[in-house]
């Protein structure tokens, strides 16, 4: 019983759906075969990858660093173990390789994202090529490993975070029930009514005047973040 | 802002002469119709602009803009105000060459022009879109200054198109196979997000229309995925593709980003959800009350599982709470604005909000969050917000609980 | 028109270069955030804008701007596109020195500022505002060609507020005597309108808000009386004053204008109620079909009594009738979007829709207005409206009864 | 029992309201005292409305005409006789003056609002004088006649459509009913189903090219109305 509207549109040719399905799934449907070099990742890297991401994918400055943060150990656990609440910290902040569990992940978005300013610019090699340069500086391979179609399973298995990720479904499902239960109290409920956290000075005016950025009418105007704040 | 109100309000015995001098616009003739084939808002009104957070993001291209809520009444977001985030930048597509594939675990893979989608039965219908990272910066300690910045990653508009269902049965989807859908977009970052097929089948609309007309170039004219209680990032702009699968997909933005930081180290993947929460917007951080005495206050309260039911309002850091009015109309998934009577006396008080939504779950307060998320989350921040107002007036962000 | 079907239809064998050549929105860095602090339509939505009927007014600032219904969705009204009607041109107004005295049958004559009103419990709500003249020039024969011309004289939005009652009672209104209010801007023209007190104490709000933002300056900035189900020009813009009255006014706009010409000869004065009225935008006159085949016929469906329960559509010529979708929220005095699915065959065909409010009433033709009303009137003109599709698929305005 | 917020704004001064009240009823509450003679109104007419309107208020050009169309025996009658439908028109098209039952609306109006590019400059005398100056225009009042607050109410039997008017309540009441109605028949209804009237050629183009004023993708396209309309 199909609908009036059934045929509006057009079939895809077996080459449109080829230009456009790119994406590369965790068990690596869609991955194109290829291969490519620690070396070949590095040179591709240092040309079209480093001015934004440092030489070694530690740059602050552009994103958040890509590399650092793991250890042999978290290859061999599977598990970063820095993230963990309380755990010293060895990177100065998160980065992309503490968190991703994926090696998928890293071929899809470099190959459909990267460089940021000519996305899908690169050959299939050629990615195959900096994500092993990027496992490489992670020690997830050695310096002369050749990242393929072939053999990327197997690298999958030294993701130092690969064990890290848990699928929660009632934060997916619209019918789940929330982690967080909170009742409705309606008098002398539990609290300790003190300020706990207040903004700081410093960002007193970090977002510039705010009596500029309210109504010049109405019930309230905005603060001038020129002056000191209420003691 | 004491002067303020003294300048606003200075009256001779005779009166004011506001009124006594009959101003210009009284007197003379004004400017004609048509002045702007496209009219844009009062040039008194330019201070409400939406704004970057410094600091936050590197560049201008991956950040994003903060919709002033300080500023706003009901529930419809002026379109030039909806807030921003690209991943690599936006653009004005030339609707004419946009095409939107279907493919995968479908009988015809099929391509559709706008002309063909916008042939289609449409439904339209009204939608907050909140990005899963809102109110990222008060996780741990307070660190922004007004609503903008804690909560403006929020937008609420009509949006109008074809339900993603009737697209995916004009192709023929796998009934027994598929399992998830993959949405990308045309932009350089082509973001790609998961959809579960359960959701895909009920209220996903692939839209282009937004509060009346196209939907506006920074949100993705001419065609976004709408995914109604979804974190923002799901709802991919520029849409260009939708293939039919039967896994995850584990993109980057949900491999590296959108991902809950856990106290034991894991993150929880794919928690799209946008739980039920609810804000203050007047008077919030950053305002100066003119006055003691009379204010309505006045928030916004959304659900991504249903409707919002109740909103209570504190003045007192949360001990006591009345029941605040909701205007209508109270949608699914969709903002609600409310509203409550309050007698400011001059002394400091803490003005909080509380939402429940219509499946019974209440906005949590920030400890209870931390006490089963822990303190190094980014996203899914929906705890009780709470305003301080000091005896000056001013009012300022703080962590009360 | 058929020739742009084909060109952004022709498939090579191997694939269209829309999709096979990756544009460069696809391989390349967009804009960054807050290009615009407050955005725009998108240049490729240029045609759509409010425009002046030639012809129809002697100068720019005495006339109207008609909204462009043939391209918009759902049944918010982008503020941008929002109709205009001025009678001595707009101002944009400095609201720090705008006022609103109320004076007449009350205990106290009060003067409100901005910041009073502003500080007052406060209502948001979605409605409609339609000129008393829209539809006016088809009253006779047909005149005009398109929807934007015809039925361009309405808008719909969400407006916030204080109600009126809530002032009225805060002046102490003399609740025997007080029979009327008068209304009255503060432009040259110092519009004045008269409004009944069960009225006045119902559902009209003095606002400022309109689609979450301030009313933009075209549409009475910082203050415009809503007054839900009656023509625009009782919705005074520039509002400066209320008086409590015991008697109805006469004033120009209700003793020369806004009247209904009856074929003895009176006219009928204070008719304000637009009464339940539909018309189908998509597809409409001035437009033309892109090829035979499947159709979403959509529309707007409103009513200054109440709700809309029902919309109909014909498609030869109101022989036979089948039911609309309406899309939600269907709102007491607000605009109802309808949809409706239709096959076109190639032939030609009387596309109609007919609407049914909340109290039973049941959209007129245009003959059965013209048994009572004559062919002399000017307002009110809520009949069926009909569009032609001839075989070359293009839509015209015609008559058919 | 007086609400939290029953204080909010202030008193108006007596001078306020006197700025602002400056509205005039049917039964002259508002009106000021004052006089004005046709001669003065002619005077103020010439300099400040005749531009726009016509030295006898007959001017189409910036709006419709104020006169016209008013007969001797309109003024005994108080009914228009052009208004009934099949009259011999008297006017090229309806005059304000046809139009208008109470001279409070003209006096009120003119006060308020004119000239349309200097509304509220007129003093009250002159006024009294315009107002004067356009009923004798339409023999209501001799050349000679001084309009005044204490013959105004006299003047009013005299205007030529004061009985013109009717208050039909069901359209000013929220829950009125309509005057016309119509059944919704969905099957075989009562049409001829024949054009009754269609756009003129003339019309066709008169609003610009349409196909400019529809938007460049969707269902439709703006028709092309440079080109003939379809047969
Ligand atoms: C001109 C600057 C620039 C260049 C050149 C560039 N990147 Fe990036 N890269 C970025 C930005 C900005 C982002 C963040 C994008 C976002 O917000 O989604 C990013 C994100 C990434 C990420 C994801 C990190 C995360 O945690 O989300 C990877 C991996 C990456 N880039 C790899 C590369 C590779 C490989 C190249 C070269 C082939 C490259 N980049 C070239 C700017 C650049
Ligand atoms: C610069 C042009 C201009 C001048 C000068 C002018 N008028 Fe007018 N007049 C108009 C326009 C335009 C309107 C219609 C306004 C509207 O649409 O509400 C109008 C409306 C009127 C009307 C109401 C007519 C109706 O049927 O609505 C009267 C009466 C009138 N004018 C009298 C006067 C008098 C008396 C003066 C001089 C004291 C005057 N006008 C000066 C342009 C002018
Ligand atoms: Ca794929
Ligand atoms: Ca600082
Ligand atoms: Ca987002
Ligand atoms: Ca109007
Ligand atoms: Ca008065
Ligand atoms: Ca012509
Ligand atoms: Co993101
Ligand atoms: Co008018």
């Keep these: ?231 | 802002a004491a002067s303020a109100t003294a300048a606003t309000r200075a009256v001779a015995a005779e009166g004011e002469d506001a009124i006594l001098k009959l101003p210009e616009h009284t007197t003379g003739l004004g400017l004609p119709v048509v002045t702007d084939g496209y009219g844009k808002p009062s040039k008194w009104e330019a201070n409400l602009q939406r704004r970057q957070s410094p600091g936050l993001t590197r560049v201008n291209q991956a950040s994003v803009s903060f919709t002033p809520l300080q500023g706003l009444f009901g529930i419809i977001t002026p379109s030039g105000l909806h807030f921003e985030r690209h991943h690599q930048g936006w653009w004005d597509i030339d609707p004419s060459k946009h095409r939107l594939m279907v493919n995968g675990l479908v009988k015809r893979e099929r391509v559709f022009t706008m002309d063909d989608l916008m042939r289609l039965p449409s439904v339209s219908r009204i939608h907050f879109i909140e990005c899963g990272a809102n109110t990222a910066t008060e996780w741990g300690n307070v660190a922004v200054p007004t609503v903008q910045y804690t909560h403006g990653m929020i937008s609420c508009s009509e949006f109008t198109g074809v339900l993603l269902s009737t697209l995916l049965e004009m192709c023929g989807i796998d009934k027994k196979k598929a399992k998830y859908v993959l949405a990308e977009g045309a932009d350089g970052s082509s973001m790609t997000r998961t959809i579960d097929i359960e959701r895909a089948m009920d209220d996903v609309i692939v839209a282009w229309g937004m509060n009346g007309e196209m939907l506006r170039p920074e949100n993705g004219y001419p065609l976004r995925l709408v995914v109604p209680g979804i974190q923002g990032v799901s709802w991919v702009k520029y849409l260009r593709r939708i293939e039919v699968g039967d896994e995850k997909y584990a993109t980057k933005d949900e491999a590296v980003h959108y991902i809950d930081h856990m106290p034991d180290g894991t993150h929880r993947q794919y928690t799209g959800i946008q739980e039920c929460k609810s804000v203050i917007t007047t008077p919030s951080a950053g305002q100066t009350l003119l006055d003691k005495g009379f204010y309505n206050v006045t928030g916004l309260a959304w659900s991504g599982r249903g409707a919002i039911k109740r909103v209570d309002v504190s003045v007192d850091g949360g001990r006591n709470w009345r029941t605040a009015r909701l205007e209508g109309p109270v949608l699914p998934k969709a903002m609600t604005r409310f509203n409550i009577d309050w007698v400011w006396d001059g002394k400091p008080a803490i003005l909080q909000s509380r939402a429940i939504d219509s499946t019974g779950y209440v906005q949590p307060k920030i400890n209870q969050l931390r006490a089963v998320r822990g303190t190094r989350s980014v996203y899914h921040q929906n705890a009780i917000q709470s305003w301080l107002v000091s005896e000056n007036g001013e009012v300022s962000n703080v962590q009360v609980y």
């Design chain 1, 1 to 231: 019983q199909s609908k009036p509207w059934h045929d509006i549109g057009r079939d895809a040719t077996p080459a449109e759906v080829k230009a456009w399905d790119i994406d590369v799934r965790p068990d690596f449907k869609g991955l194109p075969a290829g291969a490519g070099s620690v070396q070949l990742g590095e040179e591709v890297w240092m040309a079209k990858c480093s001015s934004c991401h440092g030489d070694f994918g530690e740059s602050n400055e552009v994103f958040t660093p890509i590399i650092g943060g793991t250890t042999k150990k978290d290859i061999e656990t599977g598990r970063v173990a820095a993230l963990v609440e309380g755990a010293p910290s060895t990177a100065p902040q998160k980065t992309t390789m503490m968190k991703v569990a994926t090696v998928s992940t890293l071929w899809d978005y470099i190959n459909r994202a990267m460089p940021w300013n000519a996305p899908k610019s690169l050959k299939a090699d050629e990615v195959y090529g900096v994500v092993a340069y990027l496992l490489s500086l992670a020690e997830v391979v050695p310096g002369d490993f050749v990242l393929s179609d072939k053999n990327i399973a197997e690298v999958q298995k030294r993701m130092p975070n690969r064990n890290g990720m848990v699928f929660y479904e009632p934060m997916w499902k619209v019918n789940g029930k929330g982690d967080v239960q909170n009742v409705a109290c309606m008098k002398d409920c539990p609290t300790e009514m003190k300020i706990r956290s207040s903004l700081p000075d410093f960002a007193r005016d970090a977002h510039g005047n705010i009596l500029e950025q309210n109504r010049v009418i109405g019930p309230v105007r905005g603060a001038d973040t020129t002056k000191p704040a209420p003691k």
